[in-house]
């Protein structure tokens, strides 16, 4: 099925629900869906579950919606940052969870939950205290931790281009989370700067088959 | 045949990332961790025809990107504006980490607080108390190239040698490290020793006496 086009992007995230698990693209301002986080934090969706590399920057996006205490739980590599103060005074003042996970971990249980994988045993990890607990195997000689998808109910990306159809093409290195992402959420809302017919998007260029897209909101580019 | 050499002098962060470019065999796809291994890209020579990869998903990174050069979207793992050379690639972030635990890259440079003489790196927390954790990639980095280097100083500021016994600090990648270059000796790890390559501004018996590992001229 094609996917909805929104209006607007209250529009696109109008079915965020409280206690939803919520995939937010982005590595650095590279790939951010800011547009569809300020949308978030207007719908006033609250308990979310969100996972992210990083837990906010700044005055902005995701950093706002952890000030205004609307995140229960992050899943993340990289929250410490100069600019992470709402993060750093959440989590002291212990209004957040934080599960801290090796960054190709992240992605890899992303990508496993995506692809219907129940879970799988990295190197990564292995012997450090992001292990402890655990399943730990050594395969050949190699340990081993088994590590298991994140499933969500929702994925916010930003991509450079959508068709109709829900295909999409990225730009440069803001393309990062966007394909997993779109895969693991039982719904993916993007964002993109603009939507074109079916047929205008090269099928060999297509770096998301529109299959793991459900709602498209055209934003018009920043450049 | 001992390879063993000295300087006079200690090495300069700059003669460091020299010395660790200068390894760097040509061809080699690499990954600079943040900081100071950053700067060896900066003595890489075009005849080497490395490639370097960053994390956040791309192969043929080039140098830090100025003015009109500056693309929100094209930064590297530091979040810091790059530029692409010819013949580079994107990819999104678990291909990136795919490519780096499948053993693909050649060689991977990073920072430590301290490396163990069985090759353990600690680089990723302090385990101070009321420290906020972050890993980002340092875990799948430091266990995922064929050859992870690190480049630090010897010692800490109260005179501590970072090149251990067994790591005080949580561990990172358990065995992984083969390279050490410090400012005043570069190490090799390998058939369970440590051997010494070169030791600069210092003699390598006041090496040893300010090492708690046994150490052999290579």
Not at chain 1, 183 to 200: H, P, Y
Not at chain 2, 74 to 86: D, F, H, Q, S
Not at chain 2, 98 to 111: E, F, I, P, Q, T
Not at chain 2, 187 to 210: N, P, T, W
């Given at each position: 099925m094609a996917p909805r086009i929104a209006s607007s ?164 290195t803001a393309r990062n989370f966007g394909p997993i ?43 | ?177 083969s390279r050490i270059y410090t400012e005043v000796a ?33």
């Amino acid at each position: 099925m094609a996917p909805r086009i929104a209006s607007s992007a209250a529009d696109a995230v109008a079915e965020i629900k409280d206690g939803s698990t919520v995939l937010i693209g982005g590595f650095g301002n590279a790939g951010q869906p800011m547009e569809l986080i300020d949308a978030l934090m207007e719908c006033g969706a609250t308990d979310l579950t969100v996972v992210n590399n990083n837990a906010g920057q700044a005055d902005a996006g995701l950093a706002l919606l952890i000030k205004e205490r609307r995140v229960k739980k992050i899943i993340c590599s990289f929250p410490r940052q100069s600019d992470s103060w709402h993060f750093d005074e959440a989590y002291r003042a212990g209004d957040i969870e934080l599960e801290l996970v090796p960054q190709g971990n992240l992605a890899e249980r992303i990508r496993a939950a995506g692809a219907g994988i129940g879970g799988f045993f990295t190197p990564t990890g292995y012997g450090t205290l992001l292990a402890e607990g655990k399943e730990t195997r050594v395969i050949d000689g190699k340990g081993y931790v088994l590590e298991t998808p994140i499933n969500a109910d929702f994925a916010l990306i930003k991509a450079l281009k959508a068709d109709t159809m829900g295909n999409l093409v990225y730009r440069k290195t803001a393309r990062n989370f966007g394909p997993i992402m779109a895969t693991a959420a039982k719904q993916a809302i993007v964002q993109v700067d603009e939507v074109v017919e079916a047929g205008n998007l090269d099928p060999e260029n297509v770096i998301t088959p529109g299959i793991y897209v459900d709602t498209v909101v055209a934003l018009g580019g920043n450049k | 045949m001992s390879n063993y050499s000295s300087t006079q002098e200690k090495l300069s962060r700059d003669e460091m990332a020299q010395k660790v470019a200068a390894d760097i065999p040509s061809g080699a796809f690499v990954n600079l961790g943040i900081g100071q291994p950053t700067n060896v890209s900066n003595f890489l020579t075009s005849e080497q025809g490395v490639t370097l990869h960053t994390e956040n998903g791309m192969l043929g990174m080039g140098p830090v990107a100025t003015g009109e050069d500056i693309d929100e979207d094209l930064i590297n793992a530091g979040k810091i504006p790059v530029t692409e050379l010819p013949g580079a690639s994107f990819f999104h972030h678990a291909d990136s980490f795919a490519m780096m635990r499948g053993g693909h890259l050649d060689v991977c440079v990073l920072g430590a607080f301290q490396v163990s003489e069985a090759g353990d790196l600690a680089n990723w927390h302090t385990g101070a108390e009321g420290a906020i954790p972050a890993v980002g990639g340092a875990m799948d980095l430091a266990i995922g190239a064929k050859q992870t280097w690190v480049m630090m100083s010897l010692f800490t500021k109260s005179g501590e040698s970072k090149l251990v016994e067994a790591l005080s600090y949580p561990v990172t990648g358990l065995g992984c490290v083969s390279r050490i270059y410090t400012e005043v000796a570069i190490f090799e790890l390998r058939d369970s020793k440590v051997f010494v390559r070169s030791a600069h501004g210092i003699s390598f018996e006041e090496l040893q006496s300010k090492v708690p590992v046994e150490l052999t001229k290579a």
